[in-house]
């Protein structure tokens, strides 16, 4: 092997070897459930919030957000980062101060104190089963894909880096220490690996801006409408000019309302839903403040953890727009090679195919798919005589009729349909009607310009944004990858740390403790405890893999999805339950299980609504429930709940002044970057 390849590995074994050493070493138990599941309630704020932003940075960010800043979303999907910010501003002062004051240990165990026990068992199930079975098997998943595709084919290591192997690889990182040492292990490894991403991102950010510099203008690829003049007048500018202008239909976070991921409205009500949950009500990110030694620290930690989340979109999104900027053309050849695969390249392939039918008035079948994708690719053999290429063969082609069936059901061509004209406008095509297109194929087919109608064919994999950057922007030496694969792995197995601690602790506290064995002791829940951790590891390993089939439509709508049963119900339920007084005992359990149930009814029958507003209906539903059921029977005398009297419940000035901080940079962000000045 070469030296510098030597170097990165010899980098990333050290600090894989570093984050697991600290972790053992600092979380030590002392062989309490308190220890173990909430360090005790000992951790400073500086601790808490850099765990808070390591447990919740993973691939799901630096591959699927900079992919998703290449492609449709732009600068827009920041606003899962910094309306995060303000969030979290929210929960340090009014959810916070709450939930350290009833002593919990974890967040179903909320609901028993303010509704009954069903609610608790309901919410204790239901997230032990999301959080094992989509979070812990999507982080171990997009992880191992990480490795499997970016770092081992750039590397040309001498071992194959299977994706099994990378599964259970980083499923028994994060298990070693967790079960050795819980979330106080958790915290010290986030020290280092949260420190680590934040890190390697700047310096991802830094290079990517370096390689744009150097890139002369008409090799930069844009989808900004800008004139031949415009173009010219940038060949001498600056770094930062060239960039706002070129991609100025991509700095905005306010995309159109029928824009199928971030449009403008969901901003209103759909993107606080997911938010507001996750860092409020979703044990893995509320345990680590809830192992705080006192509101003040706990307050402190989330702020803090407020003001990283500002920085992040810098260092993940704008990254991502410069990829494509810089790397369209990899990104059209990475599409080009998952084209085999019908299903995986659907998004591209389908909305040529779509619009072409409709166009001619054709029935969506695979014998008409079969004739429009035969092409001349203006090929010869030897004889001289045109090549009539077949792209697709019929097994794929009966895939693509298939998919678009199901596609049909759910709504997913109005998301087609959108790249299709967003893949047009992107290499200047400007062809209204599928007619236009066949003509410009068949015409195109016989020259070298066939390839400008390809580009429409298959598209981009704006996926592969974040790995260009590695492979491409990143120089060679001074161990600068295996650094940055250590904090991108980093990422992962604190993401993954926490979930199995979280997943873990309401096993044992919310399922084990209260249904199997009441009178657990402290020694006993722990080795549940570990237990769990290590069966929850297993099963997240063995169905990692599985994501790989294309039908379920990537990680990041693998994920949203089914947070989405989950997450409305969830948040009314605590809402609700938090300002209602007379809220009645039964409602927290039916509150939740609204969720499931008019979430699956919209996706199954009105897929065409993007999800963030399907969040928000179903989120509205289960207010609706809990509103008239507080109306026909409510509650009669006042709930009163437990007081932790060993904690120091007095809040802290600096966070409140350094929170109204972060809300006004949260603003003025949001004001630069409108869409009204560039």
């Known amino acids: 092997m070469e030296f510098n390849i030597i170097l990165d590995i010899s980098v990333f074994v050290a600090f894989v070897a570093a984050v697991v050493f600290v972790g053992l070493y600092k979380g030590k138990n002392k062989g309490g459930s308190e220890d173990y599941f909430l360090a005790g309630r000992g951790l400073s704020w500086w601790l808490i919030g850099i765990s808070l932003i390591a447990a919740n940075i993973s691939t799901e960010q630096f591959v699927g957000m900079s ?36 002593g919990m240990y974890t967040v179903p165990q909320f609901l028993e104190y303010r509704f009954d026990a069903t609610s608790r068992t309901v919410m204790s199930v239901m997230m032990v089963v999301v959080l094992v079975s989509v979070n812990t098997t999507a982080v171990i998943y997009s992880g191992a894909t990480v490795a499997n595709t970016v770092f081992g084919s750039s590397a040309d290591l001498p071992f194959d880096l299977d994706l099994t192997v990378c599964c259970w690889a980083i499923g028994i990182i994060a298990a070693i220490y967790v079960c050795a040492g819980g979330l106080k292990a958790c915290a010290w490894a986030d020290l280092l690996q949260g420190s680590a991403l934040i890190i390697g991102g700047m310096l991802i950010t830094y290079f990517a801006f370096s390689a744009f510099a150097g890139t002369p203008v008409e090799e930069i690829s844009t989808t900004a409408t800008l004139s031949p003049q415009d173009i010219a007048n940038l060949s001498d500018a600056g770094v930062m000019k060239k960039f706002f202008t070129l991609n100025s239909d991509k700095l905005t976070m306010f995309m159109p309302a029928d824009h199928p991921e971030i449009p403008w409205t969901a901003l209103i009500i759909g993107l606080w839903i997911p938010n507001f949950y996750y860092w409020g009500f979703n044990q893995y990110i509320i345990q680590r403040t809830l192992g705080a030694s006192s509101l003040a620290e706990g307050q402190k930690g989330v702020i803090f953890a407020a003001g990283l989340k500002l920085i992040i979109p810098f260092i993940i999104v704008f990254p991502g727009i410069v990829a494509f900027n810089i790397y369209a053309q990899d990104q059209h050849e990475a599409a080009i090679k998952d084209s085999h695969i019908m299903a995986t390249n659907a998004k591209t392939i389908a909305p040529l195919y779509f619009n072409h039918m409709d166009a001619t008035k054709l029935n969506y079948t695979p014998e008409a798919a079969s004739k429009f994708f035969s092409a001349d690719m203006g090929k010869k053999d030897k004889a001289g005589n ?38 047009w406008a992107t290499n200047g095509g400007g062809l209204k009607g599928a007619k236009e297109l066949v003509d410009q194929w068949n015409k195109a087919s016989a020259s070298e310009g066939g390839e400008h109608v390809t580009k429409k064919l298959y598209g981009y994999k704006y996926d592969s944004a974040f790995g260009l950057l590695i ?33 873990s602790t309401i096993f044992t506290i919310d399922i084990y403790k209260k249904f199997i064995n009441k009178h657990a002791s402290d020694k006993n829940q722990v080795i549940v405890g570990r237990v769990a951790v290590l069966v929850f590891a297993a099963i997240g390993c063995i169905v990692a893999p599985m994501l790989a089939n294309p039908k379920l439509g990537g990680v990041f709508t693998f994920i949203q999805e089914f947070q989405g049963y989950l997450s409305p119900g969830i948040l009314a339920v605590f809402i609700f339950g938090m300002f209602s007084k007379k809220a009645p005992r039964f409602a927290g359990a039916l509150g939740i299980l609204t969720s499931p149930i008019v979430y699956g009814i919209l996706q199954a029958f009105f897929g065409d609504i993007a999800f963030l507003n399907r969040m928000a209906i179903t989120f509205a539903c289960s207010l609706a429930v809990m509103l008239l059921l507080t109306l026909v029977k409510p509650l009669k005398q006042d709930v009163v709940l437990p007081v932790n009297e060993k904690m120091d419940l007095r809040s802290s000035r600096s966070a409140e002044i350094a929170g109204v901080g972060v809300l006004i940079v949260v603003f003025a962000l949001y004001f630069t970057f409108s869409g009204l000045w560039f």
């Open 386 to 423: 045109p090549v009539k290429t077949q792209i697709f063969t019929k097994s794929e082609l009966d895939t693509l009729h298939s998919e678009y069936e199901k596609l049909k059901k759910t709504g997913a061509i109005k998301k087609l349909r959108f790249e299709y004209d967003k893949g």
């Open 471 to 503: 492979s491409k922007a990143l120089p060679q030496g001074f161990g600068l990858r295996g650094f940055i694969f250590a904090a991108l792995l980093g990422a992962v197995v604190s993401s993954l740390a926490a979930m199995l601690n979280a997943a």
């Open 67 to 102: 992919g998703s800043a290449s492609g449709l979303s732009g600068l827009a999907i920041a606003s899962y980062e910094w309306m995060a910010a303000v969030v979290l501003v929210v929960v340090a002062f009014f959810f916070l101060p709450i939930f350290l004051k009833s």
